[in-house]
């Protein structure tokens, strides 16, 4: 048999078809490289009729990390600002400077022993701790924020698919927590599990003792079982202890769903009718000047590109909308930091990208676009 020549083409095939279809192979493996690219047109874009923000600056890009959650941490000193951001798809915790999104390190890999982890999901900054929700290892593990080092775990006996946390320092060194329990019994019908267990949303007390130890007590939990309340699909959670608020974000029904401190639902529901895709990530940011208090967040997570809703602080208002510049998408976990430092006068809002990145906005360019000021 013989071999064709270099260069050569068997009869019937032009060079020219060849060429494009090179060109056309080349084309779509540097589109798939890309992270603003799709086949079928561009893969992020700016939705019409939403105002933009422009970022502050984006961390670079960790495509297999799976980022979810965040939370943000200030030093007693003033002089250290971090921003945690879990990693569920590879079992990591990263950490990166809240002022410039520069990279830090990461902390843990996948197990089950203290400083390992399994599928780390939610985050909450307690004093100087970070509390991590692991929803494959079915506990929450207490992290040191200055160093990353491992304190202990808790949880083990009662959480069966831990997703979100919030809390709140209710005296000092004493912290009330609040756990998403997202089990689920039949993947067809969400409203199985909530009708046979009303442990969808799990309270405990931790006391910070002088000698740095923690005495964690079990509150038990809530969740009603039938009705409007009924938690169907939960993960993200904030509290707003001052005005005796616990928000749940459920996905189920893309909407956020009221109760107070002691678990009673409180016949509001935020966000019918308004979000589009899941609603995800939410966060509250007090503020005694402006009316109500300050302002709620909530996330809804699209493809193309997120779009976040502004809420009088109760939930009550409607107060607009607004997306980030370049486009940011597909978010899950939003976080607000505690002060204003930096390039941020006000506040920082941080919101993930993609799974991969974690974009930083000023929250006072924010409200001036939102509020028309």
């Known amino acids: ?6 260069g050569a083409f068997p009869d019937g095939v032009k060079f020219p078809m060849l060429k494009k279809l090179a060109l ?3 084309a779509a493996t540097t589109c798939l490289a890309s992270t603003g690219c799709s086949l079928f047109g561009p893969k992020y874009e700016l939705p019409e009729g939403v105002p933009a923000v422009p970022e502050a600056w984006r961390t670079d890009s960790f495509a297999q990390a799976e980022l979810d959650s965040l939370t943000f941490w200030q030093d007693p000193s003033g002089s250290q600002h971090r921003l945690y951001a879990s990693g569920k798809g ?4 990263f950490v990166f400077d809240a002022k410039t999104g520069d990279y830090i390190e990461s902390l843990g890999t996948t197990g089950f022993e203290l400083g390992s982890f399994g599928y780390p999901n939610g985050l909450a900054t307690m004093g100087d701790m970070v509390l991590v929700v692991e929803r494959d290892n079915a506990r929450i593990q207490v992290l040191n924020a200055a160093n990353g080092q491992p304190v202990r775990t808790f949880g083990e006996e009662l959480l069966k698919a831990p997703m979100g946390i919030a809390l709140y320092e209710s005296d000092e060194d004493t912290y009330e927590i609040y756990v998403t329990d997202n089990f689920i019994i039949d993947d067809k019908d969400p409203t199985v ?7 969808r949303v799990i309270r405990y007390t931790v006391y910070v003792q002088e000698n740095g130890t923690l005495d964690v007590r079990n509150r038990g939990g809530f969740g009603d079982d039938a009705g409007p309340g009924m938690l169907l699909n939960i993960e993200s959670i904030a509290v707003d202890s001052e005005n005796d608020r616990v928000f749940i974000a459920d996905e189920a029904e893309d909407t956020v769903k009221v109760y107070n401190l002691k678990g009673e639902f409180q016949n509001q529901i935020i966000g019918g009718g308004l979000m589009e895709g899941d609603s995800e990530g939410i966060a509250i940011f007090e503020d005694s000047d402006a009316p109500g208090g300050g302002y709620f967040i909530a996330t809804d997570q699209q493809r193309k590109a997120t779009i976040f809703h502004v809420f009088s602080r109760d939930g009550v208002k409607h107060l607009g909308t607004f997306t980030g510049n370049p486009a940011i998408a597909n978010t899950d976990g939003i976080a607000i930091s505690s002060v204003p430092f930096g ?3 006000t506040a920082a809002f941080y919101a993930v990208h993609d799974d991969q990145s974690v974009a930083a906005y000023s929250l006072e360019q924010i ?3 939102v509020l028309g000021e």
């Open 1 to 6: 048999m013989t071999r064709p020549q270099r």
């Open 343 to 345: 390039q941020f006068d």
């Open 193 to 199: 599990a909530a009708r046979r267990h009303k442990l």
């Open 90 to 93: 590879i079992d990591t915790i």
């Open 24 to 26: 056309t192979v080349l």
């Open 367 to 369: 409200l001036a676009t």
